[in-house]
Structure formats: structure tokens, C-alpha cells
């Protein structure tokens, strides 16, 4: 009869167990870091980032590298930052699977395993790397990236086969296209973008994060289409949007202001309760958890006859799987100026909202997996007790230390992304950021932009302010 486990196995098991077994999130053990970033002292930031030498080349080094970028981008270290975000997405790019650590991830839990970003944060590494080119007068590779973008979420989303998934179009990278498109005066390109981000603002992001499309937005799709000349496309929008649209130049060039405010949220554990249920295939396991009513049937017809007497034995169990807690921002909303004329901010982005969305729809996909992983655990707790009552009550007390959800994210992204376009006048152009907090306590940022035809400039602010992380 083949044995579950040998016993070399079995002590390799505990010695990886012990290893890796531990209680504190992510979000706990980059303290100091986050301390840094929340003070806006990002010159301590980046010495500590840059001595961290050995979570470049661990299982975190994905997360050192975004950092790093994130933090050489409000430094202004606009090359170094792109070095940064280049190497991240090579590794992205790149990811093999180590099967060795998939196993071993199977019997203890997925932090063991380099870390994979959400498909979000995928995507918001290449909306960093344009704002980058773009400060650098590169709009050609700043165009590129917009387009890697749409080419990222086709590409996560054609492995999800027919699962759920809300996150499948960016409205926000369609929408800076088109006002990259416009710095160079391609109106016609410039259309085609904002018309698409029309399209997502209208059909996605209304429906699954409550956003609504911005105004900028449809008065960029009415000037970009008489700018192209599409005179039935004017019609067509002005009957849309209710607008009666008129045409006023911008003579002395414009500012697109970005203003990022706050942090996403971080990583927590909770647990999901499942218990066994009758089958009517003969084969299968059910796993039903009653609260979200959900049941994940699992093939055992493969296994031995000793694991399959052992998942026998599984009544119930629970499964460790990653939430998240908000960080609310301080300040709610934020009054621009421009030569003491006031301007709007509107939501573009609500990385906040999409976080939670798709972290959700995550679950639903891999759940089977934590399931699977807890399966194997009990499986072989039940095993080994069958053959030794104390050595089956260690490896109970091993596989309640190590069943964990992976709490690893990338911190630094912002809460929400707001903008706004701001027209110039000749001569120099003062503009004043004041992010509004409950006690109207926040400084005033001021830059100034020299009016320059047919010039647009990009600008953005990260005010990181936040609470600190709680349940929504």
C-alpha cells in the first residue's frame, strides 16, 4: 500500500511549515515604508527601498519594483521611475510557474509563492510609465503604453475563459489615449479614444462602480469631432449629452491637472467555513458553504485509496482567503484655480472601488483552489492520525499555523484619480491645488505654465493622506 507521506517527506513538510508559518500581513511588515510614504518623505523611501536588496531578488521583488517606481515618480525621477516599472513588467511578462513552490504551496499556503498582481495593478503600471514618457516629451512610447493597457486586460481576461469577471475595460486609459493623441494634434485618433472611454464609463463602470461619465469627457468628444471635421458626429453627441456645442480655441495652450488622492486599500485574512455534503457523481467531494451559498465539488477518483479514505473522513474545514480594508482619504475633494479662476475636478478612475470588485471575482474564480489546498491539508491531518494519534495531532496544530491567505499588495496606489483641463492665457499661468480636508487644514501647491499655442501640459498631484486601513 502506498503511503501519504514517508516520513522524510513528512519532517521536509514541517521544516517548510515552520519556516514559513507566521501572523503578520503585509501591510504590517512594510510599516516603515508606508510611515515614509504617508509623511511624504520619499527620499527615506527610496534609501529603504533601495537597500532592500534581498526582497529584490525573493518572492516580493515584483512589489520592490513597483514601489520603487511609484516612489522615483513623486520624486520627479521620471527615467529611473520608468528602470523601475520596466523591470516589474518584465516580470510580469515573464512569470513562469515554479511548480516546486506550487506544491509546497499546496500543503502550507500562497505567500510561499512570488507574488502575482491584481489584474489592476497590472494595469496601472503602465498608466505610471506614460505619465512618465509623457513628462519627458516622449508621447509616442506614452501612446504605447496606453495601448499595452487594452492589450494587458485582453490578455488576463481570455484566461478567465467565460468566469465573471467586471474588470474587462479600462475607461480611464482609453481616456488619457485620447489626451495624449490630442498634446500631438491627432484629433481623429483623439476621438477614437475618447469615444471608446465613452463607451466603458457608459457600459461597465456605471453599471459595476457606480461612476458616471465625466463632463470633460463628452466636451473632449464634441471638440475632437469638429476639430475632425465628423459634422453628423457633433449632431449626434449634442443630441446625447443635451450640449449645444460651440467651439472656442484654446489660443494659449491648456494644463491637464491629474489629482491622485489618497491610497487603496491593503490586505487582510478572513475565513470562509465549508463542510461536506453528499455527492450524486461517484468520484466527487462537495465542499458547500452556506453563508454565500456556494459548493465547489472536487475529484478524488484519482487519488489513492488511502487519500481517498481520508478525504472520506473531511467534515469541515475552513479556508483562508484575502479581503480588504479601505483607506479612506482625508480630504474629499480638492479646488483648483487658475489665475484665481475656479475649475472642477471629476472622478476618473476609482481604484478603491475596482479593488474590491475584482478581488471579489477573484475569490469566485480560485476559491476551488484554497479549497483544494485545505482538502490535501486534511486529507493528510487525517492520514497520518490514522496511523499515529500524536503525530496526527501535530500536523493539525502545522496546518492550523499555516493556512493563510496571501496579503500581499501594491500599497502605494492611490484612492481615486480626479482631473481636470484647464485653459491658459498668455504670459505666465499660477495654478493653486488645495485638497479640502473635514478641518480645511491641507496646504496650497502652487505651479506655474507659460501660455504657448496649441501646447498641452500634464501635471498631477498625489496627496496621500489617508485613515488608517478599517472594514467598509
Excluded at 480588504?324 to 474629499?332: A, D, N, Q, S
Excluded at 474564480?365 to 493528510?380: D, H, S, Y
Amino acid at each position: 500500500m502506498r503511503h501519504f507521506y514517508t516520513s522524510k517527506r513528512f519532517l521536509l513538510f514541517l521544516l517548510f511549515a515552520v519556516v514559513f508559518a507566521g501572523c503578520a500581513t503585509y501591510y504590517q511588515q512594510t510599516q516603515q515604508l508606508q510611515a515614509y510614504i504617508n509623511r511624504g518623505n520619499f527620499q527615506k523611501a527610496d534609501q529603504l527601498l533601495t537597500q532592500e536588496t534581498r526582497s529584490k531578488e525573493g518572492k516580493n521583488k515584483l512589489l520592490s519594483y513597483l514601489n520603487h517606481g511609484y516612489v522615483d515618480w513623486m520624486l520627479d525621477n521620471y527615467q529611473e521611475s520608468n528602470q523601475h516599472f520596466s523591470q516589474a513588467d518584465r516580470i510580469i511578462e515573464d512569470y513562469m510557474k515554479n511548480y516546486g513552490l506550487e506544491a509546497l504551496a499546496l500543503l502550507t499556503n500562497p505567500n510561499v509563492k512570488p507574488y502575482r498582481p491584481e489584474d489592476f495593478e497590472a494595469v496601472m503600471l503602465h498608466y505610471f510609465t506614460a505619465l512618465n514618457y509623457v513628462q519627458l516629451q516622449d508621447y509616442e512610447d506614452a501612446l504605447v503604453e496606453c495601448r499595452r493597457i487594452n492589450l494587458r486586460l485582453q490578455a488576463l481576461n481570455d484566461k478567465y475563459d467565460d468566469h465573471k469577471n467586471r474588470y474587462q475595460r479600462d475607461a480611464f486609459a482609453h481616456n488619457l489615449m485620447g489626451m495624449i493623441y490630442e498634446a500631438v494634434q491627432d484629433y481623429n485618433n483623439a476621438f477614437i479614444a475618447y469615444r471608446n472611454a465613452l463607451e466603458v464609463y457608459q457600459e461597465d463602470y456605471k453599471k459595476y462602480f457606480s461612476m458616471r461619465v465625466p463632463e470633460q469627457l463628452k466636451r473632449d468628444i464634441l471638440r475632437t469631432a469638429y476639430l475632425t471635421g465628423f459634422r453628423d458626429e457633433v449632431r449626434h453627441y449634442e443630441k446625447q449629452f443635451n450640449i449645444d456645442y460651440r467651439y472656442e480655441p484654446r489660443e494659449h495652450g491648456e494644463v491637464i491637472f491629474f489629482w491622485l488622492n489618497g491610497f487603496g486599500p491593503v490586505k487582510d485574512e478572513w475565513s470562509l467555513h465549508f463542510s461536506k455534503i453528499p455527492s450524486p457523481r461517484e468520484g466527487y467531494v462537495i465542499m458547500r458553504n452556506e453563508a454565500l451559498d456556494l459548493s465547489f465539488p472536487l475529484y478524488i477518483g484519482n487519488k489513492s485509496e488511502e487519500e481517498k479514505d481520508a478525504f472520506a473522513r473531511l467534515r469541515f474545514f475552513k479556508v483562508a482567503f484575502p479581503r480588504y480594508l479601505e483607506r479612506k482619504p482625508v480630504y474629499r475633494g480638492a479646488t483648483i484655480r487658475c489665475n484665481n479662476h475656479p475649475y472642477s475636478m471629476e472622478k476618473a478612475q476609482d481604484i478603491n472601488e475596482i479593488a474590491f470588485k475584482t478581488l471579489r471575482d477573484r475569490m469566485l474564480r480560485e476559491i476551488g483552489n484554497a479549497i483544494l489546498r485545505i482538502a490535501t491539508k486534511k486529507a493528510l491531518e487525517a492520514a497520518v492520525d490514522h496511523e499515529n494519534e500524536n503525530l496526527g495531532t501535530l500536523v493539525n496544530i502545522i496546518n492550523t499555523l499555516t493556512e493563510q491567505a496571501d496579503t500581499r499588495n501594491w500599497q502605494t496606489l492611490p484612492y481615486s484619480i480626479h482631473y481636470c483641463r484647464i485653459p491658459l492665457e498668455e504670459g505666465t499661468n499660477v495654478i493653486k491645488l488645495q485638497p479640502q480636508s473635514p478641518r480645511n487644514s491641507s496646504k496650497t501647491q502652487t505651479y506655474r505654465f507659460e501660455g504657448r499655442k496649441n501646447k498641452i501640459y500634464f501635471a498631477a498631484r498625489h496627496t496621500t493622506a489617508s485613515y488608517a486601513p478599517r472594514n467598509r
